[in-house]
T-cell receptor, first 114, second 114 residues
Framework: QQQVKQSPQSLIVQKGGIPIINCAYE??????FPWYQQFPGKGPALLIA?????SEKKEGRFTISFNKSAKQFSLHIMDSQPGDSATYFC?????????????FGQGTILTVHP | DADVTQTPRNRITKTGKRIMLECSQT?????MYWYRQDPGLGLRLIYY???????NKGEISDGYSVSRQAQAKFSLSLESAIPNQTALYFC?????????????FGDGTRLSIL
């Protein structure tokens, strides 16, 4: 059972475009939503994260938009660059010492053409 | 030096063989995880350990076993490898005191079973 659904599976944009990756979750107990970025040959690394009491968070060119009522969140990459080409995973977690397990989306392969 | 080190980085083996993948970390984190990554499926949790005496099954533990030899070492074994265990395997760590985020990943082991 996939508790976090991510789309699209792949995305191609031109340099300067604004790719948008969407995720939807089912478990309302999730209370932290990180995005991980993975380059070829490397493990995923935390990119940006949001809590459900916040509707938007920006870090540099990366923005998360969060819609708690719809149980959806999305990643926007402003002024995308070829160096942003990577696989992006959304995830969800119930924080706290008793849990700590990440549930990942299926991943989106982003290609930014020069 | 990498904070989370996985060995080997690549392995090709035959059906029925026993295989061990090793993970060591220098981050001093209590929690360690094993994931497998398959195209279109994201990362799925195999096993996780909250401390040396605590081992828990993840969502896809069948056919796998783990050993937490020390706080810094967590190994994954495939007792009798089968072709559908061909995948990219990642070890990760997290700090309990920081609410289990972020998780820090190694660079993965690419395992092929013929």
């Amino acid at each position: 059972q996939q508790q976090v659904k991510q789309s699209p599976q792949s995305l191609i944009v031109q340099k300067g475009g604004i790719p948008i990756i969407n995720c939807a979750y089912e478990n309302t107990a999730f209370d932290y939503f990180p995005w991980y970025q993975q380059f070829p040959g490397k493990g995923p690394a935390l990119l940006i994260a949001i809590r459900p009491d916040v509707s938007e968070k920006k870090e540099g060119r990366f923005t998360i938009s969060f819609n708690k009522s719809a149980k959806q969140f999305s990643l926007h990459i402003m002024d995308s660059q070829p160096g942003d080409s990577a696989t992006y995973f959304c995830a969800a977690i119930i924080r706290g010492t008793s849990y700590g397990k990440l549930t990942f989306g299926q991943g989106t392969i982003l290609t930014v053409h020069p | 030096d990498a904070d989370v080190t996985q060995t080997p980085r690549n392995r090709i083996t035959k059906t029925g063989k026993r295989i061990m993948l090793e993970c060591s970390q220098t981050k001093g984190h209590d929690r360690m995880y094993w994931y497998r990554q398959d195209p279109g499926l994201g990362l799925r949790l195999i096993y996780y350990s909250f401390d040396v005496k605590d081992i828990n099954k993840g969502e896809i533990s069948d056919g796998y076993s783990v050993s937490r030899q020390a706080q810094a070492k967590f190994s994954l074994s495939l007792e009798s490898a089968i072709p559908n265990q061909t995948a990219l395997y990642f070890c990760a760590t997290s700090d309990t005191d920081r609410g289990n985020q972020p998780q820090h990943f190694g660079d993965g082991t690419r395992l092929s079973i013929l």
